[in-house]
């Protein structure tokens, strides 16, 4: 069990340093923005974030028809 946990450690801190290392050699260097949301070609397809698709499906329609109350 303790060979297990002391794999998985290493590794991960591997992936870690090699992640860290090539941020640091990159001009720039930070992560890609991989949000759809930010991304121009989904955008262009009319594919969005959740998050906006939902808070657009919340806004309320103004050419809803109001329903009648019995």
């Known amino acids: 069990m303790i060979k ?3 794999l998985t450690t290493l590794i991960v801190a591997i992936c870690m340093v090699l992640m860290a290392i090539t941020i640091l050699l990159k001009k720039n260097g930070r ?7 930010t991304n121009k070609h989904m955008r262009q397809r009319g ?3 959740v998050e906006t698709q939902d808070k657009q499906a919340r806004l309320e329609n103004p050419h809803a028809i109001p329903e009648r109350e019995k």
Do not use: D, K, T, Y
Request: glycine share 16%.
């Open 47 to 49: 594919i969005g974030c």
């Open 31 to 37: 992560f890609p923005n991989i949000h759809v949301g």
């Open 4 to 6: 297990v946990l002391l």
